[in-house]
């Protein structure tokens, strides 16, 4: 049984953050959830994807965001509690169902949980969606720990049931990846069976009732706001006429750093969970009772306006302030010593951040920037590409996913970048405004389902002329290794499944020169991507071959590792060109580490001197 199943009230976990959550849901009676996968939130997924196959949950894995959160507006509107999970920036994917959902609201408990990504980690941008809660007018619930993360859920999930409207449950990624002891609790049996009502005067958005919806969803606005100045989440610790406001993780380093300088008598910390709509009666009374006011929070200054706005309503005269020069910075996460230190400054307090270590002495640590994995068939593709386009004045349209890594040298085939999808859409336009360029463009199987193809659409309405490559692997791998639509899910022992042909959906478009190729297969991709680009108008490349590490986890047959013989004349073409992790060097010489060689023979086949040859079998 998964351990998150485990009906054991009072039992004590160590849980990851992501885990957490996903038992809170449990714990919660969540009967439906749906994602697209991404980083911070993608252990979410993970486990509502392996619980579901051992009880009644039913979870999906969506082409993207916006239909995530469309299908669990669905089950949520037909009475059953359901939960969508993305990423910071998948918000923006699905924003125009959200924006309209909140006027529409809900008749089961629905948490759209967003795991912000501070210092982006594994991001395009470290956007602050608690902005998205002010937006939409939903209310928005923070944890402050892993424990915490976990008791919020079910919280979430009755607020939403009370307002009839969905949650936002913003977390990050110090939230997300960290672990803690984590209590279990009941769980509440999910409602599985739904039963969608009709009311289209109330569920169908044309204007006239667009209009009798959003007076709704101001007067549920109050009601949430109301039920922020109750919260338990929203509380007041420690004494004194200095003030401090945080959320989230903040919280923690704010009441260490308290601690630490001895001011538990002269500072009191007021900790938002309910962080919108936020509490003006509570906020402008901790207020009263302070002669100044530091506002702790990363990211964006979400409540240092407001605070700052409630103040000015009340006539109070004192300094509150957060982000400002010599204090804290809109940028990145934040740290204890950051915080301590800012604490201090702003308070006039004696304390000298600790001093760094000399480390004068140490050699510098070595580089290792992210790569392409040994035997990724990404960077065969690469290799053709640029071997097919070499003269040519190109542009490389890139996308998101592990391909992404393709803009380091000696690869260097990515040249603009913007979000999901992107790579067919800006093809367009380079190609209209750089005619005497060849634009050339990369996507994986994941994305080209998850936006790729309105771009490609736009491409061949609009007679573009660029190709795209779209890099199959059968899986998305950069978040773990999730199905799409394109898997073949038989190969994880799942069945009831579609599967949709990218080559069938290419052709449907109306792409009239489509070609698939094997990326190991050296000279037959070069000639075939040579053919592809000179095609005039929208042409796509489907580049097929597993993703080397999905292959393994599959235990599918492995290729002998290759080796390099006495024939090397050292020229080092090989490294030059493919830059495998699996080659190193030892006395000068070029080797291959057999230990990470997939033998995809990519090496081989551009060698020379034909050096690099298949490991032999032990006598």
């Given at each position: 049984?998964?351990?998150?199943l485990?009906?054991?009230?009072?039992?004590?976990?160590?849980?990851?953050?992501?885990?957490a959550i996903?038992r809170?849901?449990?714990?919660?009676?969540?009967?439906f959830?749906?994602?697209?996968?991404?980083t911070?939130?993608?252990?979410i997924?993970?486990?509502?994807?392996q619980m579901?196959?051992?009880?009644?949950?039913?979870?999906?894995?969506s082409s993207?965001?916006?239909?995530?959160m469309?299908?669990a507006?669905?089950?949520?509107?037909?009475?059953?509690?359901?939960m969508?999970?993305m990423?910071?920036?998948g918000v923006?994917?699905?924003a125009?169902a959200?924006?309209?959902?909140?006027y529409?609201?809900?008749?089961?408990?629905m948490?759209i949980?967003?795991a912000?990504?501070?210092?982006?980690?594994?991001?395009?941008?470290?956007q602050d969606?608690?902005?998205?809660?002010?937006?939409?007018g939903?209310?928005?619930?923070?944890?402050s720990s892993?424990?915490e993360?976990?008791?919020l859920?079910?919280?979430?999930?009755?607020i939403?049931?009370?307002?009839?409207e969905p949650?936002l449950?913003r977390t990050?990624?110090?939230?997300?990846?960290?672990?803690g002891?984590?209590t279990?609790?009941?769980?509440?049996?999910p409602?599985t069976k739904?039963?969608?009502?009709?009311?289209?005067?109330n569920?169908?958005?044309?204007?006239?009732?667009?209009r009798?919806?959003?007076?709704k969803l101001?007067k549920n606005y109050?009601?949430?706001?109301?039920?922020?100045?109750?919260?338990?989440h929203?509380?007041?610790?420690?004494?004194g006429d200095?003030?401090?406001?945080?959320?989230?993780?903040?919280y923690?380093?704010?009441s260490?750093?308290v601690?630490?300088?001895?001011?538990?008598e002269n500072v009191?910390?007021l900790r938002?969970?309910f962080?919108h709509p936020?509490?003006?009666?509570?906020?402008?009374?901790?207020?009263?009772?302070?002669?100044?006011v530091?506002?702790?929070e990363?990211?964006?200054?979400y409540?240092e306006?407001?605070?700052k706005?409630m103040?000015q309503?009340?006539?109070?005269?004192?300094?509150?302030n957060?982000k400002?020069?010599?204090l804290?910075?809109?940028?990145y996460?934040?740290?204890p010593?950051?915080?301590?230190t800012c604490?201090a400054?702003y308070f006039?307090l004696?304390?000298?951040p600790?001093?760094?270590?000399?480390l004068?002495?140490?050699?510098?640590v070595?580089?290792?920037p992210?790569t392409?994995c040994?035997?990724?068939s990404?960077r065969a593709t690469?290799?053709?590409v640029?071997?097919a386009?070499?003269?040519m004045?190109?542009i490389?349209?890139s996308?998101?996913?592990c391909?992404?890594?393709g803009?380091?040298p000696?690869?260097s085939?990515?040249?603009?970048?913007?979000?999901?999808?992107s790579?067919?859409?800006?093809?367009g336009?380079f190609s209209k405004?750089?005619?005497?360029?060849?634009v050339?463009?990369?996507?994986?199987?994941?994305?080209?389902?998850?936006?790729?193809?309105?771009?490609?659409?736009?491409?061949v309405?609009n007679?573009h002329?660029f190709?795209l490559?779209i890099?199959?692997?059968?899986?998305?791998a950069?978040t773990?290794?999730?199905?799409?639509?394109?898997?073949?899910?038989?190969r994880?022992n799942?069945?009831g499944?579609?599967?949709?042909?990218?080559?069938k959906?290419v052709?449907a478009?109306?792409v009239?020169?489509?070609?698939t190729i094997?990326?190991?297969?050296?000279?037959k991709s070069?000639?075939?991507?040579k053919?592809?680009?000179n095609?005039?108008?929208?042409s796509?490349i489907?580049?097929?071959?597993?993703?080397a590490l999905y292959?393994?986890?599959?235990?599918?047959?492995?290729?002998?590792?290759?080796?390099?013989?006495d024939?090397?004349?050292?020229h080092r073409?090989?490294?030059?060109s493919?830059?495998?992790?699996?080659?190193y060097?030892?006395n000068?010489?070029?080797?291959?580490?057999?230990n990470?060689?997939?033998g995809?023979?990519v090496?081989?086949?551009?060698?020379?001197?034909n050096?690099i040859?298949p490991?032999k079998?032990?006598?």
């Amino acid at each position: 049984m998964h351990k998150l199943l485990t009906e054991n009230p009072g039992e004590k976990m160590i849980l990851l953050g992501n885990e957490a959550i996903a038992r809170g849901a449990i714990e919660a009676g969540v009967a439906f959830a749906s994602t697209y996968p991404g980083t911070p939130s993608s252990e979410i997924s993970l486990n509502f994807f392996q619980m579901a196959q051992e009880s009644d949950l039913y979870f999906e894995y969506s082409s993207n965001e916006k239909i995530a959160m469309e299908v669990a507006a669905a089950a949520a509107n037909s009475g059953v509690r359901s939960m969508c999970v993305m990423k910071h920036v998948g918000v923006n994917v699905a924003a125009d169902a959200l924006m309209t959902l909140a006027y529409v609201g809900v008749k089961g408990g629905m948490v759209i949980l967003s795991a912000d990504d501070p210092f982006m980690f594994s991001s395009q941008n470290e956007q602050d969606n608690r902005y998205y809660a002010k937006l939409s007018g939903l209310p928005l619930i923070e944890p402050s720990s892993v424990a915490e993360a976990k008791e919020l859920i079910p919280y979430a999930f009755d607020i939403s049931e009370k307002l009839q409207e969905p949650v936002l449950f913003r977390t990050t990624t110090r939230i997300n990846h960290s672990t803690g002891v984590v209590t279990l609790g009941k769980i509440r049996k999910p409602v599985t069976k739904g039963n969608f009502t009709k009311d289209p005067l109330n569920l169908v958005v044309v204007p006239a009732v667009a209009r009798n919806l959003h007076v709704k969803l101001l007067k549920n606005y109050d009601a949430a706001r109301e039920l922020a100045e109750k919260s338990e989440h929203n509380f007041i610790t420690g004494s004194g006429d200095l003030g401090i406001i945080c959320n989230g993780v903040s919280y923690n380093y704010v009441s260490d750093a308290v601690k630490d300088l001895g001011i538990e008598e002269n500072v009191r910390v007021l900790r938002m969970g309910f962080s919108h709509p936020l509490p003006p009666k509570l906020i402008k009374g901790f207020l009263k009772e302070c002669q100044k006011v530091l506002i702790v929070e990363e990211g964006e200054p979400y409540m240092e306006e407001a605070v700052k706005a409630m103040a000015q309503e009340e006539g109070l005269v004192l300094p509150i302030n957060g982000k400002k020069e010599g204090l804290f910075t809109r940028l990145y996460e934040y740290n204890p010593v950051q915080v301590k230190t800012c604490i201090a400054t702003y308070f006039d307090l004696d304390y000298s951040p600790p001093e760094l270590p000399n480390l004068s002495d140490v050699p510098p640590v070595p580089q290792r920037p992210p790569t392409l994995c040994a035997g990724c068939s990404h960077r065969a593709t690469y290799l053709e590409v640029k071997k097919a386009t070499q003269g040519m004045d190109t542009i490389f349209p890139s996308d998101i996913g592990c391909y992404t890594l393709g803009l380091l040298p000696p690869l260097s085939a990515a040249d603009f970048l913007i979000c999901m999808g992107s790579s067919a859409g800006t093809s367009g336009g380079f190609s209209k405004v750089n005619p005497d360029k060849k634009v050339i463009a990369f996507i994986g199987d994941s994305t080209f389902f998850h936006s790729g193809i309105p771009g490609l659409i736009n491409g061949v309405y609009n007679n573009h002329n660029f190709t795209l490559v779209i890099l199959d692997n059968g899986t998305t791998a950069m978040t773990g290794h999730q199905p799409h639509p394109g898997v073949d899910m038989e190969r994880i022992n799942m069945s009831g499944y579609g599967r949709v042909s990218i080559e069938k959906v290419v052709r449907a478009i109306g792409v009239e020169h489509v070609t698939t190729i094997k990326p190991y297969k050296v000279k037959k991709s070069v000639e075939a991507i040579k053919e592809s680009i000179n095609h005039k108008g929208v042409s796509v490349i489907i580049s097929e071959e597993i993703c080397a590490l999905y292959a393994n986890a599959l235990k599918l047959p492995k290729h002998k590792p290759f080796n390099i013989t006495d024939k090397c004349k050292n020229h080092r073409t090989c490294i030059d060109s493919l830059a495998c992790p699996a080659f190193y060097i030892w006395n000068d010489r070029v080797k291959i580490d057999a230990n990470l060689c997939t033998g995809c023979a990519v090496c081989a086949q551009i060698c020379p001197e034909n050096a690099i040859l298949p490991v032999k079998a032990k006598a």
